[in-house]
């Protein structure tokens, strides 16, 4: 069986406990288990490939579950990466004329460029990701990677609905063996986010010089 999706770990989920009256509660284990999820792996550095639209300033990501911006790049055609710089919305120029995007925000569940694109452009968009699989947002990283893990975390609480002592410890088990693993990938991870500071903030609180000679 494929799990994959957030449809596919619903129909595991139920399938694994062999019961047919626990469809309505099935949502609420996945929400259950990635609630200890978030909390024993926190956020995982992800990426995504999107596109932009012709003539749109924006740029759907309301189905990555984004916890932070890491980083945002124009994929060129020879395969070097062309930097879109993040800013506060609001807070920089924004143009109606159609043009290679050089800046953009974080507006609700949209990526909110300083100008419509001129172009298709295909973009690579580094975040960091919680676990918050929906309709809207079906997959994410642990899933697609360990799903094993998911549909254990899944299944505890299953169990501890339906009072199925004998098999929750089983379903534990994998669970604790394995998240030990995946924090240590994650680990390895977060040295890869890197802090890069607005070029406007960086004479924030710095002294100016007086020159005597000048009078400025």
Partial sequence: MTISTYAELKTAAE???????????????????????????????????????????NVSISAL????????????????????????????????????????????TNLVFDCPADAIYTLRFEYRQRFALSDAAPTNWLLTSHPDIYLAATLVWGCLFTEDDSR???????????IPSIKRYISRQKGRG????????ADIGRCQVFNYTTGQ
């Avoid at 694994?16 to 995982?44: F, H, K, S, Y």
């Avoid at 932070?68 to 924004?94: C, H, K, M, S, W």
């Avoid at 929750?168 to 394995?178: H, M, N, P, T």
Wanted: aromatic share 4%; charged share 20%; glycine share 8%.
């Fill in 15 to 57: 399938s694994w406990q062999a019961r047919g009256d626990i469809t309505t509660t099935v949502p609420d284990a996945i929400a259950m288990c990635e609630g200890r999820l978030n909390r024993e792996l926190g956020e995982v550095l992800t990426s995504a490939s999107l596109v932009s639209v012709v003539s749109s300033r």
């Fill in 65 to 108: 579950s984004l916890a932070a911006p890491v980083g945002l790049f124009i994929v060129e055609a020879t395969g070097a990466e062309t930097e879109i710089t993040t800013r506060v919305n609001g807070t920089y120029q924004q143009s109606a004329d159609n043009d290679k995007p050089r800046h953009y925000s974080i507006v609700g």
């Fill in 168 to 178: 929750i410890a089983k379903f534990a088990a994998v669970l604790e063996d394995g």
């Fill in 194 to 201: 890197l802090l890069t500071i607005d070029t406007g903030l």
